[in-house]
């Protein structure tokens, strides 16, 4: 697994895969062409991969867990973190999420 | 989307309205809807002052809020609905108006419960008041729904020229009242009202709204915020009030003057527990940014976790939904 600031990117195998992710509608891609995993609202940066591939968000909600196919692997950018390079493969990505009495809430960084 | 970022710019828009610009967009929309120019134009300083001009008219005709507006909007909508299909609108919609909406309604929102809960707004008006509210166009903050619309036909013009120009207005057949925009908006990083040192929200006439990250506080709370000490924090019987005190304070300057012991360490970092009379433990864990800023310090910072964590890698490992034993991060930035 990856982590690049608030986000984590785990690797899924493909088998367990849920099926309904091919028919599903893929996330689309922001003005660069670039797949977001996670944007700041204010600021503009993005946690986000270039190159092939698909996002699908898997349940609803903003900061639901998305699944990101990266058929010939690719890299995760931001603009305050370090570049990642990623295998080929699946991956489930998860945003960070800090705990408050009776809630929680996502962290933004 | 271009046309995404140029409409956060104007929902997010500060200073005082183009007035002209605004005033040819009304009469711009009154024309497109077929109707004549409206007799008069008022301006107020806050959405608070536009529905006292609104409840002091006398002379001003029905409402056309539903022909300058509503109307020309849902059939723009139907239109392009049409033309791209179910699907395409979908797409569409996601990719513009649904990247402004959540916020943006949002801060509409909180702008009518400041004006509802305001001392001078008469407890015995507020059915009225509430009406009156959502009568209004919403200016600069209808930009999520003018950015689905931006660039696919000329009919909401008039309307998309008010709101790049000015802030609410209310459009009646003689006359309309039009709104300044806020003199200042702080939000934090998700978008909601943030500011520690003074109104988050504020119109030239003094309507204002305090807010840290998103939470609504009363003004002269924030002012106590500077002189905060631990044991002040420690007695304040309002939790989530504490918690803004300890976010204001630094949990990490608390720590520090209040004798904590972190209770671990491990290669994720020190998990630290604050206990509080009469409410569950601020348990935190204390982390540190894997990439450097620009002058080459790490950042550290820190993640309010479970009371029950035990451990600063089950604590990181929650932040992200998962256990102790399945956290293995192989690369971190």
């Avoid at chain 1, 903003?62 to 990266?70: K, R, S």
């Avoid at chain 2, 710019?9 to 007035?19: I, L, N, Q």
């Avoid at chain 2, 711009?28 to 007799?39: F, K, M, N, W």
């Avoid at chain 2, 049409?82 to 402004?100: H, I, K, M, N, S």
């Amino acid at each position: 697994m990856y982590r690049q600031g608030d986000v984590l990117i785990v690797p899924v195998a493909e088998e367990s895969v849920p099926s309904g992710i091919t028919e599903a509608r893929s996330e689309p891609r922001d003005a660069r062409g670039r797949l977001v995993l996670a944007l700041g609202e204010v600021t503009g940066h993005a946690h986000a991969v270039t190159g092939p591939g698909r996002l699908v968000r898997e349940t609803g909600g903003e900061f639901g867990p998305m699944l990101l196919h990266l058929p010939e692997g690719g890299r995760v950018v931001h603009e305050e973190h370090a570049m990642i390079p990623l295998p080929k493969g699946w991956f489930r990505v998860v945003r960070q999420r800090e705990y408050l009495p009776g809630a929680v809430r996502v962290v933004a960084d | 989307m271009q046309q995404v970022d140029k409409w956060r710019g104007v929902a997010a828009a500060t200073g005082a309205a183009d007035r002209p610009a605004a005033e040819a967009g009304i009469r711009l929309a009154y024309r497109t809807a077929g109707l004549a120019e409206p007799e008069r134009i008022v301006w107020a300083d806050s959405p608070l002052a536009g529905l006292t001009a609104v409840r002091s008219l006398t002379e001003q005709g029905r409402s056309v809020r539903d022909e300058v507006r509503t109307k020309p909007w849902a059939e723009e909508r139907r239109r392009i609905h049409d033309e791209l299909g179910p699907a395409g609108w979908a797409e569409w919609w996601g990719v513009t108006g649904a990247r402004l909406w959540d916020t943006t309604r949002a801060l509409a929102e909180r702008i009518r419960s400041g004006i509802t809960d305001a001392p001078t707004t008469d407890p015995a008006e507020l059915p009225e008041t509430r009406q009156l509210l959502l009568d209004a166009v919403l200016g600069q903050h209808d930009a999520a729904w003018l950015a689905a619309f931006d660039g696919r036909g000329e009919r909401l013009a008039g309307l998309a020229e008010v709101a790049a120009h000015a802030g609410w207005w209310w459009p009646y057949e003689k006359v309309t009242v039009v709104c300044e925009r806020p003199v200042e908006l702080h939000r934090d990083e998700a978008g909601r009202l943030d500011r520690g040192d003074g109104p988050a929200l504020a119109y030239p006439d003094g309507f204002a709204l305090y807010a840290w990250r998103g939470m609504p506080v009363p003004a002269d709370f924030l002012a106590e915020l500077t002189t905060l000490d631990p044991a002040r924090i420690r007695t304040e019987e309002n939790a989530e009030l504490r918690r803004v005190m300890l976010e204001y304070y630094g949990y990490d300057r608390y720590l520090a003057e209040s004798g904590a012991e972190p209770i671990g360490k491990d290669e994720t970092g020190i998990l630290w527990r604050i206990a509080l009379a009469d409410d569950e433990d601020v348990v935190m864990v204390e982390v540190v940014n894997s990439t450097p800023e620009p002058d080459g310090t790490s950042r550290t910072y820190w993640l309010r976790v479970p009371p029950n964590t035990r451990t600063a890698k089950e604590g990181v490992a929650w932040t992200f939904g998962l256990d102790a034993q399945t956290y293995e991060p192989l690369r971190q930035t």
